[in-house]
C-alpha cells in the first residue's frame, strides 16, 4: 500500500499560529508601568522660623559691631594740628628778689614749667596755679607772652622752662591785671598763706563772705600757702573787690577773671 505524503510548501505555519492564538485569546500584553513617587518628610515650620530668627541675629550683631567701629571716633586732648615742625626750646632762668625770670627769643609757642620739687610756685605771669592747665606729666603750660619773658612766683632755683611751639595751654584764666568797674566779675582767686582763719570778701561794698571760716572756702592747698576761689554764678557783678581775714597779717594776692 503506498502512503500519501502532504505537501506544505507555500504555507506559513508562523501565521497560522499567530491567527490561532488570538481566537483563543491568548494575546498577552505588556504590562503598564508603575511609576514610584518617593515623599520625603518635609521640615517642620517651627525648625524653619528657629533658622530664620538666628540668621536675623547674627546678621545684626555683625552689623552694629562694624557700626560701632566706625563710628567710634579717636580722641585726642589738647593736641594742635599746626603743620610746622613741632620744637621745645630751653628758657634762660635766674632767680632776683623772690621772682624766677625767664626769657626766650621765641615768638610762639606754650612756656612750659618743671617746679622740681619747688612747693610754693603759687603764679605766673599773673596767672594763679589754679587756672593753668597741668599736662600729663605734671608741668604747667602758661600762654606765650609780648615780652617773651615769664616771671614766677615765688622764686626757686629748681626751676626749669621751655618754649614749645605747641600751644596746649588754657586761653581764659584768672589774672592779676585789674578789672575795670565795667566789667562783670565771673571767678575771684585770693592767694595767701595758711594762717588765715577766716575771711570778709566785699565787691562794691556788696558782702559776699562775712568773718567766713576758711574751711568753708573753695581751696587748693600748697605746702605753706593756699588758693581760696569763688564763682560769682551771675552776669551783673561788678565793681571793686576787697578782701580781708584774721589769724595773721600777711600779703593776700587777688586774681580776677571777668567779660564786657
Known amino acids: 500500500m ?12 508562523n501565521e497560522i499560529r499567530s491567527k490561532r492564538s488570538r481566537r483563543k485569546g491568548l494575546h498577552i500584553e505588556s504590562a503598564p508601568t508603575i511609576q514610584v513617587i518617593e515623599q520625603r518628610p518635609g521640615v517642620p ?20 559691631s562694624f557700626s560701632s567701629l566706625s563710628s567710634t571716633p ?7 594740628k599746626t603743620g610746622q615742625l613741632r620744637r621745645m626750646i630751653r628758657m634762660n632762668c635766674r632767680s632776683k628778689q623772690l621772682v624766677t625770670y625767664c626769657t626766650t627769643t621765641q615768638n610762639v609757642g606754650d612756656y612750659v614749667v618743671s617746679l622740681n620739687g619747688c612747693e610754693d610756685v603759687y603764679e605766673f605771669n599773673g596767672i594763679p596755679f589754679t ?24 622764686h ?23 578789672l575795670s568797674i565795667y566789667n562783670i566779675i565771673e571767678r575771684i582767686v585770693w592767694i595767701t598763706d595758711k594762717c588765715y582763719t577766716d575771711f ?3 565787691i562794691d561794698n556788696q558782702i559776699i563772705f ?10 587748693f592747698p600748697l605746702k605753706n600757702k593756699v588758693a581760696y576761689t569763688y564763682e560769682s554764678g551771675v552776669s ?25
Not at 2 to 13: M, N, P
Not at 74 to 80: D, E, I, L, P, T
Not at 131 to 146: F, L, Q, W
Not at 239 to 254: A, K, L, V, Y
Open 2 to 13: 503506498s502512503k500519501a505524503r502532504l505537501d506544505l510548501r507555500g504555507i506559513d505555519l
Open 45 to 64: 515650620y517651627k525648625y524653619i522660623c528657629v533658622c530664620i530668627f538666628i540668621m536675623i541675629v547674627c546678621f545684626s550683631t555683625i552689623h552694629f
Open 74 to 80: 579717636s580722641v585726642k586732648k589738647h593736641v594742635h
Open 131 to 154: 587756672d593753668i592747665y597741668k599736662d600729663a606729666n605734671g608741668n604747667y603750660r602758661i600762654p606765650n607772652s609780648v615780652d617773651h619773658q615769664l616771671k614766677i612766683r615765688e
Open 156 to 178: 626757686c632755683d629748681k626751676i626749669t622752662a621751655t618754649v614749645d611751639t605747641n600751644e596746649h595751654s588754657y586761653e581764659e584764666y584768672a589774672s592779676s591785671y585789674s
Open 200 to 202: 570778709t570778701v566785699l
Open 210 to 219: 562775712e568773718k567766713t571760716p576758711s574751711t568753708m572756702i573753695t581751696s
Open 236 to 260: 551783673d557783678l561788678k565793681g571793686s573787690i576787697s578782701i580781708r581775714g584774721t589769724g595773721c597779717d600777711q600779703p593776700i594776692f587777688i586774681y580776677t577773671k571777668g567779660m564786657d
